[in-house]
């Protein structure tokens, strides 16, 4: 008997429109596109299933990416340049950044040196390896300053996988939070898959991003699949980033 819930669907088949929240397109800026050139073929390779809207955020993380409205700005117009020599003007850009919660975070926000989402959003992070210890002042402080704090990938911080009960605690926080479509595959691990599964089935994810730094990982979206029950539990956050970004 045919079970309804069986067939799979290609996330890509479902993204035209999109907005892109979280990524690293930006060239030669952080870990993710080096050179302009890298950054085109992205841009070219989400534009083969309909994403031609972006908002880069590169790290802004002490010691290892001090980036500054400066310095993004700067990368921004090189690759807006670009566009245009490529004839890929009808491609949006904007600019804001992925701050990581380390000791430098706080002065950032004090000296209004942080680069926000659509005006009143902060995408934040920490480390993979422990929470960050200034992780819940940082939050306040940013809740704060008129600010929304988005938490990227709770997905893959893996001493939380343990811990679940801290998901909803945080959410209580008033922190959103953007999963990475790659944690639907096992791209980072089963047990990530594993946590954005269950994130999803809770209704605890708010959007949904790329967070795409290379080539190879545009090439594991574009094989994404799943079957209709994900599915609609997806295109709502498809829909709800579209909205809040647009």
Known sequence: MFNFFSKKHFLIDHLEGFIDIHNHILPGIDDGAKTVDDSIELIKGFSEFGVTDFICTPHIMENYYPNTPITINSSLSLLKNALKMNNLGHVR???????????????????????PLAKNYLLIEMSYL??????????????????????AHPERYA????????????KD????????ILS???????EVKQTALWLLKNNLID??????????????????????KTLTLIKPLIEKTIYNFK
């Not at 600019?95 to 040196?113: R, T, V």
């Not at 926080?173 to 990475?180: A, I, K, T, V």
């Not at 639907?184 to 089963?190: D, M, R």
């Open 93 to 115: 850009i904007d600019i804001a950044a992925e701050h990581m919660i380390d000791s430098g975070f706080e002065k950032i926000l004090e000296d209004n040196q942080f680069m």
């Open 130 to 151: 422990q929470a960050s210890i200034n992780f819940d002042s940082a939050t306040q402080k940013i809740k704060s300053s008129g600010l929304f704090p988005i938490f």
């Open 159 to 170: 001493y939380l996988h343990k811990n679940l009960k801290t998901y909803p605690e945080y």
């Open 173 to 180: 926080e008033g922190l959103l939070f953007q999963m990475n």
């Open 184 to 190: 639907l595959s096992e791209y980072y691990g089963k």
């Open 207 to 228: 959007f949904i991003a790329s967070d795409i730094h290379k080539i190879s990982q545009l090439n594991s979206l574009k094989k994404i699949s799943f079957n209709e």
